[in-house]
């Protein structure tokens, strides 16, 4: 019985809406530098309205900045948390698709066993099953996670795997602050054991982790009071996006299916066939017949069922393809691009190797737009570019939190926004971290040396930054505002401090 | 269309005994020991040109769909009570200690939103109930709210806000503006998107770079140089961020004393709701800000008495029953707003909760709007077959014609098929 909308009275194309746009005349404001926007959308009344008024900002595409022209450099920004010197010198010693292919195997190419073995070590919790975490304090329990993740994002060798491990937190996401210890059992046996594996595997791995369906209330979802909440997000967040074909009916149809999947005592998956609806359902044009309550637990496999439906529908295949796209490469991925990496999902039956293989393209970066750090990303490459030495991360996870990424903490499954248009505004807290880290030498939570810059002449100090921070791509404008700073004064300990963190502070460190 | 002209020449006495200009004027003439200069107030002087008669805007945005069945009862359907056996208030009439408060003879309130009735009673906060998107039924939050921030529902294309477009077509209210939108988040809301020196400030009062007070001048100099040259949006946010550092830095945010002795409590929502009550009396040129109050994805045991309903209620109410009594009912041209995704179910769930629904409630508040009551466009119903899919209020209120009707009467924007494009607004007597 649902009422049709009543139609709004017109309906302007994106066009239309452009033209309104212009209408309101004024012509682009000198000195506003904005060389991507097209004449269409710059012009409203106010200076820097123009440029953002239509909203394009938000998907702006903008070009490369000038300097960065090596390919391999390119690669590395894209699929690191900030190239450092060891980073730069392997990439141009295996060259661009052997340095790819190594971190895509990171398994078998790049021993990191010494990095694991002092994750091991300082955070002993992570490995334990759900029954040994459940008694245990859940602020230690999730200081430990947090920790671990920054710590092996900034250390580890397997930093491709790393930027994966960020994205299927995201696509997976999950409050832990809902969950409890539970998500630390997620982290492990769901993220990281299948990030870089097959998504087939990682679905039905999420699908029956007691993070995710008591996160998303499927624990409370029975025969005549089926709960939508992870049934919906199933198809609209994990799998064929929210244009991919279902509708309403569909997540009423699935929640139905779902019943019965919900979680031990002792914090485990369990299927509980009392709580299961046995009548006939229809998801996505397939019918699963009734059946008898005398099925028991086979009927578990109607679940499964529609799971592989899913797995293998033409919309996860696509939209995996995008998210992954916007991820490494581009705001706006074309259907040439969506069409290779779905291809890749496709014909490898979900490997996500090749996707991201695919995904990373050496010319598809060339004409990558600049993609904004977020604040995690932000401070882990801070502390990877400064070489850092960490003593205690937790502080470096709080300024994360502070500057709008709370680890594990978004409180919505769609993850945290991923637009610059989002992001670009918090600026000044980012400044006041950049300035407290190069300025830190803290014994207690981490701190910089700055003796290497400290070689002599204001160029000897510039190029350590210029190698450290930017990969030897340093703008030349940003190189002569930094040089007259430290000329400006004695060259010391603080004056090279306070270079050190504007060039932190500085646009082109927010970039990527 | 019926765009309903409201005069402001004939503006209520409320707001001549206290406009802001006089309100610094007369501060400042004063000698010392005749008023104690609150020591929040900017100790800088901006120009005297706050002829404006526009209102600020507050939007708030309830995240998570929040269950206006639940916050504004209809306590004359008595099937009502019988859908949510679980979670129901009792009906004002009942002797339960718990019961609802009546609004008038249909709709009440939970003792959870008992913040708000000081305002409603002073004819300040106006109810709307069956309030949504007509033109789109997402059960997505995502698509559902960008399509309400946005200003436009089903349009994917659009990605500026309606508040960054209502402040991109409107002149500044102070001469030098250096925040006009502030979003009290760490990243800017959609509502805010496009909208021209606007920042998400997560806590505007500490907001600065540190390090060592003698060189900040001079890095500050060479960020605003650095980032001249980089590329928008990044640019834009950055130059603003340095304005806006320097006149936050002359605020003493953390000292503000609230008026009529209201008193915010520590909520996220609230402590975000007096930075605002701050930066609207300190007079720096704001004429709109965005916050959000999440919590409101109530799917299970949502109990409206002691639950997690309950406490999210509270938040809200007393949130915004603080901010009436410090900033409304003290006279200052404020408008706010508050508006949810979508509602949720009529009917309760089988986990005490509820799931996704349409139409929800909408409030707004503010001297200048037709406060006191419930308005309701037309009431749906909750018979079976008069609920949507037989199981949600039907929406008979677009959130676009509230919002129309604010941005041209009391913001005095007229350009509305560009705030809102495709929408032809109906004026519901919002304002007066």
Redesign the interface.
Known sequence: ???Q????????S?R??LR??TK?GGSAPAGA?????SAASAS??????A??????????K?PPLAPWTDPRMRLIRRATYGPRASDISDVKTLGYQRWLNDQVNYATRIDNSALEADVVMRWPNLSRSAAELAPLDINMLRTELTNATMYRAVFSKHQLYERMVEFWTDHFSIDINKVNHLKLVDDRAVIRRHAMGKFGDLLKASAKSPAMLLYL?QN???V??????YA?ELM?LHTLG?DGGYT?RD?EELSRVLTGWTISATGEFVFTPARHDFGAKTVLGVTIPASSSTVGLEAVKEGEQILDLLINHPSTARFLATKLLKWFVTPEPTTEQVDAVAGAYRATGGDIKRMVRATLNEGWLAQAP?K?KR?YHLVVSALRNTSALVVNINNAVGVAG???QPMFQF??P?GF?DG??????????R??FL??LA?STSTTTYRVNVSPYLTGTPDAALDVLNAELFGGEM?P??RT??R??IA?GTINE?RMR?TL??AL???EF?WY | MSHHDHSHESGCPEYRGLSRREFIASSSSLSAAALVFPDWLPRITFANNFSSTRDIIVSVFLRGAADGMAMVIPHFEPRYFSLRPNIRTPAPDSLAANRAIALDNRFSIPPAMSGLLPAYRAGDLLVMHAAGQRTNNSRSHFDAQRYMEVGKPADPDISSGWLGRHLATVPPIAAAPVLRGIGLSTGLAKTLVGAPQTLPIADPANYGIGGSATTRAARMALLKDNYEGSVNPLRAAALDAVGTIDVLSRLNINAYTPASGATYPNTGFARGLRSIAALIKSDIGLEAASIDIGGWDTHAMQDPNGGQMANVMRQFAQGLGAFWADVVSTGYRVTVVAMSEFGRNVPENGSAGTDHGRASVMFAMGKRIAGGRVYVQSWPGIEAAQLENRMDLQVTLDYRDVLAEIVQNRLENKNLSFVFPGWTPTFRGVTK
């Open positions: 019985m649902q009422q909308p009543p139609k709004g009275p017109e309906k302007p994106r239309d809406f309104i746009g309101r530098a904005a060389p991507t926007r409203v009344t106010e200076p820097r309205t440029e953002a008024v239509s909203g394009d900002a938000a998907q702006a903008l209330d409370l979802s029975r005549g009071a089926p709960n939508q909440n919906r609209e929210v309403q997540v600049l904004m604040p502070s500057l709008g409180l919505t769609d926004p610059m248009e989002y992001w670009a505004g918090n600026i000044t807290p400044w006041a300035t407290t300025a703008a404008a940003t505002l930094l007259n700073y400006g603080a306070e963190g504007l502070c500085s646009h927010q």
